[in-house]
């Protein structure tokens, strides 16, 4: 998701491995602009690369520090992906939310 400055498009791509050259270059050293980073962007100095791999089923789970408990709050939903924001506005009910008591844990 996202677009790069230069025009290119998405932040996250399945490729073969002769073509990691060709998207790492269209990347780095350019502003990948997302929901999450605002109009301005964010500037890419790295990639990570992974093998990939053959999922049975796609789950979505961060930790993430909320504003209102100022605290951890579990964020999961079995519907997995990377557009976790599409879903919270089309289907909120599909997405748990667990604030965690920093002194008592869970």
């Known amino acids: 998701l996202g677009t790069f400055t230069n025009g290119f498009q998405g932040g996250v791509h399945v490729i073969k491995s002769e073509e990691t050259k060709e998207y790492a270059t269209k990347m780095l050293g350019q ?21 990939k791999m ?10 993430l520090m909320d504003r209102e408990s100022q605290g951890p709050l579990l964020v999961a939903c079995s519907e997995g992906g990377t557009s976790i924001e599409d879903l919270a506005e089309s289907n909120p009910e599909k997405i748990i939310k667990v604030p965690v008591n920093i002194k008592t844990g869970l």
């Open 54 to 63: 053959q999922l049975a089923r796609e789950f979505y789970f961060s930790i």
């Open 31 to 51: 502003t990948l602009v997302t929901k999450q980073s605002g109009p301005a962007g964010k500037p890419v100095n790295t990639v990570l690369i992974a093998k």
